[in-house]
């Protein structure tokens, strides 16, 4: 089945403790990215990446990481947590310019 | 600053009725224009992809395009309660990079 896995899907942690959330798609898509959602804002992107080491902020990158060492995995680095990256995150992926997205299922990040 | 504007809502129509969706955008370079559904703690799915000024139908869905205006639409025929969503327009422009912006969405009901 084609799809776009996240993990985890819930996160509960304290201000500046490291953590990571994976992204894995099997589609082979080239492009992948990350947005965020919030209510009243829709949903703003952080990060996207064209392919294997190709990657570019989006509008909301501040306080975020990525990578792209493989084309199937694009995981979301948070270095030092803060509370206003309390959210629900999306990992998207699509194949070649058109971009259509296929999303995971979120991830709800709380951050105390 | 490129924007996506969207009418928040909530658009309550009757179920069988015509729900009309409309949506702007600012950046001049946006080249492709998608309509995607999101029920209430989902993700996003696709809708509707339009890339060309003029309609494209897909079953009970149309989209609109107006690039001289910079405006989409979307129209859902014969609405059902099923429809009753949030309906997220998105834009993504190939000049400065490949981000997408999307709106902050336009929650539907429809009503039996």
């Known amino acids: 089945e084609a799809q776009v896995t996240q993990n985890p899907r819930y996160l509960i942690t304290v201000t500046g403790k490291k953590l990571t959330v994976t992204c894995s798609q099997n589609?082979?898509?080239?492009?992948m990215s990350w947005y965020r959602q919030d209510p009243g804002l829709g949903l703003r992107q952080i990060y996207y990446?064209?392919?294997?080491?190709?990657?570019d902020k989006g509008d909301v990158p501040e306080g975020y990481k990525v990578s792209r060492k493989e084309k199937r995995n694009f995981p979301l680095i948070l270095e030092s947590p803060s509370p206003n990256q309390t959210s629900l995150y999306f990992c998207?992926?699509?194949?070649?310019?058109?971009?259509?997205?296929?999303f995971g299922a979120g991830t709800r990040l709380s951050v105390l | 600053q490129k924007e996506v504007e969207q009418n928040s809502g909530p658009l309550s129509v009757p179920e069988g009725a015509i729900a009309s969706l409309n949506c702007t955008y600012s950046?001049?370079?946006?080249?492709?224009f998608f309509w995607y559904r999101q029920y209430s703690g989902k993700s996003p799915e696709l809708i509707m992809s339009?890339?060309?000024?003029g309609d494209k139908e897909d079953g009970r869905f149309t989209a609109q395009l107006n690039k001289a205006s910079q405006y989409v639409s979307l129209l859902i025929r014969d609405s059902q309660p099923s429809d009753s969503a949030t309906y997220l327009c998105?834009?993504?422009?190939?000049?400065?990079?490949?981000?997408?912006?999307f709106g902050a969405g336009t929650r539907l009901f429809v009503k039996a």
């Open positions: 998207a992926s699509a194949q070649g310019a058109k971009n259509i997205q296929y």
């Open positions: 589609m082979n898509h080239e492009y």
């Open positions: 990446s064209m392919n294997v080491e190709v990657t």
């Open positions: 950046d001049r370079g946006s080249q492709s």
């Open positions: 339009i890339y060309s000024n």
């Open positions: 998105a834009v993504m422009a190939y000049t400065g990079g490949f981000k997408t912006i």
